[in-house]
């Protein structure tokens, strides 16, 4: 596997939400889905219950941005802990909506 790194933010991420680096190795070596995303210029990789979002860096080094739930029940049962310090309480009424709109632009 070619080199990456990961920002601060992914790395919390991962962390939050108790990701090993298995599951984000294998998203990246073998994603079930991949797609560009236009707006955060980045690929979307998910495979099982992420999604790791990867840019290159200014410096050309391929970079994980961010970790997401891959599916809606994610969303949901990660909100059902509530607020942790530096993050809001999120309104997660819609997140399988969020979800699959997300799905069916690619």
């Given at each position: 596997?070619?080199?990456?790194a990961?920002?601060?933010?992914?790395?919390?991420?991962?962390?939050?939400?108790?990701?090993?680096?298995?599951?984000?190795?294998?998203?990246?070596?073998?994603?079930?889905?991949?797609?560009?995303?236009?707006?955060?210029?980045?690929?979307?990789?998910?495979?099982?219950?992420?999604?790791?979002c990867?840019?290159?860096?200014p410096?050309?080094?391929?970079?994980?941005?961010?970790?997401?739930?891959?599916?809606?029940?994610?969303?949901?049962?990660?909100g059902?802990?509530?607020a942790?310090?530096?993050?809001?309480?999120?309104?997660?009424?819609?997140?399988?909506?969020?979800v699959?709109?997300?799905?069916?632009?690619h």
């Open positions: 596997m070619a080199d990456f990961m920002s601060h933010h992914a790395l919390s991420r991962a962390v939050d939400m108790a990701v090993d680096a298995s599951e984000i190795l294998d998203a990246i070596a073998r994603p079930r889905d991949d797609h560009y995303n236009i707006r955060t210029e980045s690929r979307w990789l998910t495979r099982g219950r992420i999604t790791v990867m840019r290159i860096s410096e050309g080094m391929p970079t994980v941005t961010t970790v997401l739930w891959a599916k809606p029940s994610g969303w949901v049962a990660d059902q802990y509530g942790i310090e530096g993050r809001e309480d999120p309104n997660l009424d819609d997140a399988r909506l969020r699959k709109k997300r799905r069916q632009k």
